[in-house]
């Protein structure tokens, strides 16, 4: 095995490191004031709002820190009988769904055969959604099915929820899809 002199001094620092700590914790020294002291500088001067959990349906509890306005840090709520202060993987990223560079802040459309993203407004682009709609459901709209049972269905369009919404949105979401006569429905909180 070829072991670079990086490697070495990583694995040898490491684990050093990991052994003083060990020894430390082996002796009796108390580490908790010392992790209390770094988190409580974490979050200094932080206001702290509890909220929940916007993806699966357990609703863990959260409590957001903001300092002058930003949210500076999201955590678990201790206090939760649902969590205890432990998030999932994706409850721990709630953060990124907040403040994220990357995260598209204005409507772009892609036209067919087009290479490039064009910004449209918001209204435009919920009349375009709003006309595909209609023109799909219009065309393989099933009122009856050939045995002459009742059926107000389309086949033709597929609705998914999303788990960063609250139940409300998806109720309302259900209560829409379904009045178009759309029948396959799911959530991505199930997926």
């Given at each position: ?6 490697h ?5 620092l ?13 002796s ?7 992790v209390?002291?770094a ?6 001067n ?20 903001t ?28 953060f ?20 490039e ?22 065309e ?19 609705a ?14 259900q ?17």
């Amino acid at each position: 095995m070829d072991v670079s002199r990086r490697h070495f001094l990583r694995f040898s620092l490491g684990t050093g490191g990991g052994m003083a700590l060990a020894g430390l914790a082996g002796s009796g020294v108390n580490l908790g004031p010392l992790v209390a002291q770094a988190q409580d500088l974490r979050i200094k001067n932080a206001k702290v709002t509890p909220s929940i959990c916007p993806y699966c349906s357990v609703g863990c509890a959260t409590l957001i820190h903001t300092v002058d306005g930003q949210i500076v840090n999201i955590e678990g709520d201790p206090r939760s009988p649902h969590n205890e202060g432990t998030l999932c993987p994706k409850g721990a990223a709630i953060f990124q769904l907040h403040v994220n560079p990357n995260r598209p802040t204005q409507v772009l459309h892609r036209a067919p055969g087009a290479t490039e993203w064009e910004v449209w407004d918001l209204e435009r682009a919920m009349n375009r959604v709003a006309e595909l709609v209609k023109k799909t459901r219009d065309e393989t709209f099933i009122e009856k099915l050939p045995n002459g049972k009742l059926a107000n269905m389309t086949p033709a369009i597929f609705a998914l929820g999303g788990a960063t919404l609250e139940i409300e949105f998806n109720h309302i979401h259900q209560k829409l899809m379904r009045g178009l006569g759309v029948v396959a429905i799911e959530n991505q909180a199930r997926i």
